[in-house]
């Protein structure tokens, strides 16, 4: 999940303002990735505070099985990198409650994380000090577009196993209100930009061989509902 905060508001992905902004100093190495768009996301296992995001664990597997089913435990350690012959063994010591299993499934969680912070102006003097140098410069960044390219990374990325899972077993080549009828109305009225012009940017040969164009934008919905605003 990705969130924006400022200090009286938490927003959620839905309702991001439309403009953020990023403070940098000159780096003659890195000027012409940043001043093109692109965007870096640190993982948790780098940040230089030792408490950052490394948080108690909870294991709440027993529950979710309780009320999911054990094929929906299955299901994450895929999505985590377990192949299938590891999966059993894993889900069975977490529902032990192994403790060195457990901080390995979290460890595996955070190396798939990444973290962007903005900040919501381009005129803050305590910001411009600590991370521009006072010389430096200050990008303006579109949100929705952001989200959209995160969506399409994440996509483009997956590998067959998890692909065949979404598309078939989980059921993402359905429209998101057939697939399930609850589904939010903001949620639907976002995902609506995610049409046939950005399935045309999906370069996952698994899911372009085994889905038409407008499953593959189903797809792209599903994958925001589920995986980015769930």
């Known amino acids: 999940m990705l969130r924006w905060f400022d200090t009286v508001h938490s927003y959620d992905l839905l309702h991001m303002p439309d403009r953020l902004y990023k403070y940098y100093r000159y780096d003659d190495a890195l000027n012409a990735k940043r001043l093109s768009g692109q965007v870096y996301l640190a993982s948790p296992l ?68 990444g973290v962007l912070c903005l900040a919501g102006t381009a005129t803050d003097t305590l910001m411009w000090g600590y991370y521009a140098s006072n010389e430096g410069y200050c990008l303006e960044y579109d949100t929705q577009q952001i989200v959209e390219r995160l969506v399409l990374g994440y996509v483009n990325k997956l590998d067959y196993v998890i692909t065949d899972k979404y598309l078939n077993v989980d059921r ?7 697939r399930d009828k609850e589904t939010p109305s903001d949620k639907l009225r976002y995902v609506a930009r995610f049409d046939a012009s950005a399935a045309s940017l999906v370069t996952n040969r698994y899911l372009l061989d085994h889905a038409d164009s407008v499953e593959v934008a189903h797809f792209l919905q599903n994958v925001f509902i589920k995986r980015f605003a769930g």
């Open 46 to 113: 780098d940040f230089n505070d030792p408490c950052d995001c490394q948080r108690k664990v909870i294991n709440n597997a027993q529950t979710r099985c309780e009320q999911k089913g054990i094929d929906w435990l299955y299901g994450k350690l895929l999505e985590l990198g377990y192949n299938r012959e590891q999966v059993d063994d894993v889900a069975d010591k977490l529902l032990k409650d192994d403790e060195d299993v457990l901080y390995e499934v979290y460890k595996r969680q955070l190396e798939r994380a």
């Open 172 to 178: 993402y080549r359905l429209s998101p209100i057939e």
